[in-house]
């Protein structure tokens, strides 16, 4: 924990960060979300040899915040036939359990909600409640392909829910523990990414995690080509959008905990090497080149308005740089810094894959989730532990 | 707050839930509302388990009655015609018999609330085996107690033997 610099009575000291951090958390994760939404359409255009959103703002810099927009203002519809209360909550009950998640994620040493002892099994058990929110809002639209959507994800999250288990028991046979913080020391303690002792329980971890959160090739649930939009096609405007948030959320926690049981955490690459001791000033070399290819952009734009916009961006980046240079900042920054780093590097996978992998047929999906996932990830755990016994 | 007022409100609301939710489960017509307010209630029981300091025991009962069983209940209840089933009688006509077992249970109550918390004998915690820890729920498992949770996880196996027999028309 940072000291603060004024104190406050010591019953409730405990949950003055934790607060600060929960309200932090839920008032900028919209706006995260908002733009892992443009990445996907910046990185999709790439794939497909286009532009992607290009109009509103600068490169589309500020196409999240219209769409936002465009989705509060929009009519709130609900089906004559639906089940009114239960369509209400099924959103609610998608985002607050995705939200309640992000509180376990360690983004760095100091910055994290909660850290209990049972962290990831409880993260696990959140979101599985999440998918409460898939059924019931299936199911409450009183109409086909909402259903049959529901019931597709219902099937697949249970099924796939084993493999991602058993995924991450081999990891955590190697951290020894269940706390999210004590993952990331148990890495920095063996100089060793969990991903190099346990390659196979990765890959089983990234497809199953896929699965999870209905991303292509496991999109059956909501697969356009096939059923609309699956169980969120009667949904529209702001309870739209909460699915919207829940899934990118679901998303950002996933990612999360592979980075932290698999690829360091909020440690920087070997940080038990001094000679690489320059990389703990790799968060202000990015905000400075961040900040000149912005600048640089600026100079390219045409109108006006985008210059300025953008020049005002870059300057806003070199003053986080330079505030950067601030050594007490720069060591609460620098685990963050590579945790963002990290996850955002997982997400772009999902992204990448989304767009270059075909979806696959539902029997498909079964035979690959029980055939080979959960065998493989027995198997795993089984190697894992006899490797473990004998060395 | 002195800290056991806080712990006796936190009793008293989880109370409230959960008996709340297992009156609205049985009352409502709706089975997808039934499993709903079920949800809430199990939620409760695992709020119970979070303040006995048992946080496995509560991760352990999200996971497996809200995000497992539960989900599973709803798969079926989707899959059945509802409207048919709001028709029928939502509950039999035995009050009288009930109602002789709830007087039993009422009187019982009473008796041990008049006698205090003396009545009771207390099993002592065993060694460590009882502790909420994760390691020492793993040793009480796979050490202390390995055949008994070995002859339970065979009995499962069993079941679900039985249960894809049944399902399955050729074998």
């Known amino acids: 924990m940072t000291e603060l610099p004024f104190s406050f009575p010591p019953s409730i000291e405990p949950f003055v960060l ?46 999240p915040i219209a769409d936002a927009v465009k989705l509060l203002i929009k009519e709130d519809i609900i089906p004559a036939k639906a089940d009114r209360m239960v369509f209400w909550l099924a959103p609610v009950i998608s985002v607050v359990t995705a939200l309640v998640a992000l509180s376990l994620v360690p983004f760095s040493k100091y910055f994290f909600v909660a850290d209990t002892n049972v962290g990831l099994l409880f993260l696990l058990s959140i979101t599985s409640v999440g998918i409460l929110g898939i059924i019931l809002g299936g199911w409450s639209s009183n109409s086909h392909y909402p259903l049959l959507g529901a019931l597709r994800s219902t099937a697949q999250l249970v099924s796939y829910e084993v493999a991602l288990g ?7 046979m190697v951290a020894g523990t269940l706390s999210m913080q004590q ?16 390659p196979v329980a990765f890959v089983i971890y990234f497809i199953a995690a896929l699965a999870e959160t209905n991303r292509t090739p496991f999109d059956m649930p909501e697969a356009e080509s096939e059923i609309v939009a699956g169980y969120h096609t009667e949904y529209s405007g702001f309870r739209f959008a909460l699915y919207f948030l829940a899934e990118y959320a679901n998303m950002v926690v996933v990612s999360s905990i592979a980075v932290t049981l698999f690829l360091g955490g909020w440690l920087r690459p070997f940080p038990n090497v001094r000679l690489l001791d320059f990389l703990n000033y790799a968060p202000i070399l990015a905000m400075f080149v961040l900040a000149f290819f912005v600048f640089l952009g600026a100079s390219r734009e045409r109108r006006p308005i985008d210059k300025m916009g953008l020049a005002g961006l870059g300057a ?62 027995m198997a795993n755990v089984i190697v894992t532990a006899i490797v473990m016994i004998l060395f | 707050m002195p800290e056991s007022i806080l712990n006796g409100l936190f009793f008293y609301v989880l109370a409230v839930v959960i008996l709340g939710g297992a009156i609205m489960t049985i009352t409502r017509r709706n089975a997808v509302h039934s499993a709903i307010w079920l949800v809430v209630t199990l939620m409760g029981v695992a709020g119970l388990y979070l303040h006995l300091n048992a946080e496995f025991l509560a991760a352990v009962q999200i996971l497996v009655y809200i995000g497992g069983i539960m989900v599973l209940f709803l798969f079926v209840i989707m899959l059945v015609n509802l409207d048919e089933a709001a028709k029928q009688r939502q509950f ?66 069993v079941a679900i033997l039985g249960a894809v027999l049944m399902a399955k028309k050729e074998i």
């Open chain 1, 166 to 172: 058993f995924a991450l028991i081999g990891g955590l």
């Open chain 1, 316 to 377: 806003v980046c070199a003053l986080i740089g330079l505030l950067f240079l601030v050594p007490a900042v720069l060591d609460w920054v620098q685990g963050l810094f590579w945790f963002v780093l990290k996850v955002f590097l997982v997400l772009y996978t999902f992204i990448w894959i989304r767009f270059t992998v075909p979806r696959y047929r539902y029997d498909q999906l079964m035979r690959i989730g029980w055939r080979w996932l959960i065998p493989l990830a």
């Open chain 1, 183 to 198: 993952m990331v020391h148990a890495q920095l303690e063996q100089q060793m990414w969990f991903i190099f002792y346990q």
């Open chain 1, 18 to 63: 934790p607060a600060l951090y929960i309200v932090i958390l839920v008032a900028v994760f919209p706006l995260i979300a908002g733009y892992i939404v443009l990445l996907e359409r910046k990185v999709m255009a790439d794939i497909q040899v286009r532009l992607g959103p290009m109009r509103v703002g600068p490169h589309g810099l500020l196409q």
């Open chain 2, 92 to 157: 039999n006509r035995q009050w009288s018999l009930a109602l002789i077992c709830t007087l039993v249970v009422l009187v019982e109550f009473g008796f041990f609330l008049m006698r205090g918390a003396g009545s009771f004998a207390f099993a002592e915690p065993g060694q460590g085996a009882l502790k909420p820890n994760t390691e020492l729920m793993a040793v009480a498992l796979f050490q202390d107690y390995l055949l008994p949770f070995e002859i339970a996880s065979l009995l499962l196996l």
